[in-house]
């Protein structure tokens, strides 16, 4: 049982790291991007194929992978969501909705069904483990993705609240028109949102290939259990998403000491409770979108 | 007399009476097709009409409603679980496929009452995770036997080519009978309700639209058409795979067929189900990099015509057979020479 919390919570990381980009781009450009997922496959991909091809260490892959990422997450930004943004709410689900199955069987396509995984070019990194005393032990790449996750995070925190980007950023989450009548490039900014966000699902990607076995069409679970983060941690908030990443991970791990199908029931029944709970408090009318928005300043 | 005196709203153009005789026509001739085509025309039959019946209920959700599910497979799914259920416990299997999608729809009305209170984007993958979950749930049955899967061998028990047409005509009426039932819903002020909130939800309910109800109706009747179209598959299918019959590669279908064929009209849907079956005829062999073809031309409808086919043949010709809404035209030349007279009647 401690076994599993200690597991939760270091869960927890991955799901925060994979979730930070859902929910930024959600809360700069308003749409909830229902490829992120496979986009998150399709960074690991690209790291496999570089180890599989060029023999690179994985970590080495994954820094041209992540640049290539945010291109990709610009360009997207730039030909794809920004002309579907314009049409409602509508389109910019069904498009990203669309692109998610494009990925997946391209992906399919291009490396086959075959299960593939990261974990056994990266040494004895994948079950090393650091040994503590009362016979506890604590995984290595666990930990390692739990700080990778947290300095992740923290660079983001930074960019937001120190730099010129993260400022006209936080005032096009907030008010779009008011950022544009002030000199801010909305369009711009979006686009950078679009990049980080990418960026950070291929980083999670990479780490989720490192831990697990994964297949062309494991991209939509990985979406699911982000965007169960997110709403766990509260949308908009950087911190509030390691904390909705961490309750999801608790949750599945201790459900899976149940049974092996309690792993992703558990975290549903948590996330749909949790949800059953925000009716609950926010009586039967909800909070407006714009006020459940962003919290970047305080974060 | 004001000049709004000349227009007079209509419902039924002459084009559109025609359209709908044509398809009473239509699925009067597809009811006999049994006499002139073989078992694998029927079945080829039988499966367009689940695309058909699919579109049409994803597109009554989110073209008309504006509720973009990604979760219609639970139902899909749970219609043939229950169907399958119901079989074990000794029910006929044909009616247990029509009860089946009424026990579907029946778990449709809870879940209705917590996922219609998210919105967009919330409620798209809210409405995924409860179709996951509810696979999961149906995966502790020991009669599904997890990954496994299992069959409605009970279809066996009938002579293959009287399965084939009945299973056939099931299809055929269930189709009619939802599409009429969607026609007549939209044209309904429940129609009307619901897309009065989807284009604005304050405005609507400060008309006094009861606005959680009517998008209730909406999604409960959708849900119904989707595990109607699951006991279809499976009773053509007869086998059940927990990851394919509540797999999202439905919704990926129904969107595809949709944004293809036309969001928001009543034809645009049948179009989109007729070509994506021909594509899956021809193309179907090529797997994966066919889907990922699919994914793309959803996404380039999406981007570049998003009122799909149908909606550039209207856009072009004006063209609408099965109309859901009112129209203004210029009255008749009669309608003018009656007011004119009513008019100098009034003067005198």
Redesign the interface.
């Given at each position: 049982m401690f076994d599993a919390i200690v597991q939760g919570v270091l869960l927890g990381g991955y799901y925060a790291m994979l979730a930070s980009g859902l929910s930024l781009l959600?809360g700069v450009a308003r749409?909830?991007n229902?490829a992120h997922g496979d986009l998150a496959l399709l960074g690991a991909y690209l790291v496999l194929a570089l180890v599989r091809r060029f023999g690179l260490d994985p970590f080495v892959a994954t820094v041209p992978v992540l640049f290539v990422m945010a291109a990709l997450g610009w360009f997207m930004q730039k030909w794809?969501f920004a002309?579907?943004m314009r049409?409602g709410?509508?389109?910019p689900?069904?498009?990203t909705?669309?692109?998610?199955?494009?990925?997946?069987?391209?992906l399919?396509?291009a490396f086959g069904s075959d299960a593939a995984s990261l974990g056994n070019h990266i040494g004895n990194l994948s079950w090393d483990s650091f040994d503590l005393p009362f016979g506890i032990s604590i995984g290595k790449l666990p930990v390692l993705t739990f700080a990778t996750a947290v300095m992740a995070l923290g660079a983001l925190q930074l960019l937001l609240s120190r730099t010129r980007f993260g400022r006209a950023l936080r005032a096009t989450s907030q008010d779009p028109e008011a950022a544009r009548l002030s000199g801010v490039d909305a369009e711009r900014v979006q686009r950078g949102a679009a990049a980080i966000a990418v960026a950070l699902a291929g980083l999670a990607g990479v780490f989720l290939a490192m831990r697990s076995l994964i297949n062309?069409y494991s991209g939509?679970?990985e979406?699911?259990y982000a965007?169960?983060a997110v709403?766990i941690g509260g949308i908009g908030s950087l911190w509030g998403t390691l904390t909705g990443g961490i309750v999801l991970g608790l949750a599945q791990c201790v459900g899976a000491t149940v049974s092996p199908?309690g792993f992703?029931?558990a975290g549903?029944?948590v996330?749909?409770v949790w949800?059953?709970g925000r009716?609950y408090s926010q009586g039967?009318r909800?909070t407006p979108?714009h006020r459940r928005l962003l919290k970047w300043g305080s974060a | 007399m004001s000049r709004a005196g000349e227009f007079v709203v209509e419902r039924w153009s002459a084009a559109e009476r025609r359209a709908a005789a044509g398809a009473v026509i239509a699925f009067a001739a597809l009811a006999l097709a049994p006499l002139a085509i073989g078992g694998q025309g029927l079945d080829k039959l039988t499966t367009l009409f689940v695309y058909m019946l699919l579109a049409a209920m994803w597109n009554l959700l989110s073209g008309y409603a504006g509720l973009v599910s990604v979760g219609q497979q639970a139902y899909f799914g749970l219609g043939a679980y229950f169907a399958l259920r119901l079989v074990s416990f000794g029910f006929a299997p044909y009616p247990a496929l029509l009860v089946g999608a009424l026990g579907a729809a029946a778990i449709a009305v809870p879940v209705s009452i917590f996922l219609l209170r998210l919105r967009d984007g919330e409620f798209a993958v809210a409405s995924w995770v409860v179709a996951e979950a509810i696979r999961i749930l149906v995966m502790f049955d020991l009669l599904v036997q997890g990954e496994t899967g299992t069959s409605l061998i009970a279809l066996n028990s009938y002579d293959p080519a009287t399965r084939l047409v009945a299973t056939y005509w099931f299809a055929l009426a269930s189709l009619a009978a939802m599409l009429v039932t969607t026609f007549l819903l939209l044209r309904s002020r429940i129609g009307a309700a619901g897309q009065a909130i989807r284009d604005d939800e304050e405005a609507a309910r400060s008309l006094g639209v009861d606005v959680t109800r009517t998008r209730q109706i909406i999604y409960v009747l959708a849900a119904f058409g989707c595990a109607l179209a699951g006991v279809i598959w499976l009773a053509s299918a007869i086998t059940f795979l927990p990851r394919t019959n509540f797999g999202v590669q439905w919704t990926v279908f129904m969107l595809f067929m949709v944004l293809v064929g036309g969001l928001r009209t009543m034809e645009g849907p049948i179009l989109g189900a007729v070509i994506f079956f021909v594509l899956q005829e021809v193309f179907g062999n090529y797997g994966a990099w066919y889907l990922f073809g699919i994914g793309v031309v959803a996404v380039a409808f999406a981007l570049a015509l998003p009122g799909g086919l149908w909606g550039a043949v209207h856009a072009r010709w004006g063209l609408h057979l099965f109309p859901v809404g009112e129209r203004l035209v210029r009255g008749s030349v009669d309608a003018r020479v009656a007011r004119a007279v009513e008019d100098a009647r009034s003067v005198t």
């Open positions: 959600f749409f909830i229902l794809l002309r579907t049409g709410i509508l389109l689900l069904l498009t909705f669309g692109l998610g199955a494009a990925i997946q069987n391209g399919y396509g062309p939509p679970a979406l699911i965007f169960e709403v199908q992703q029931l549903h029944v996330f749909l949800l059953g009716f039967t909800g979108w | -």
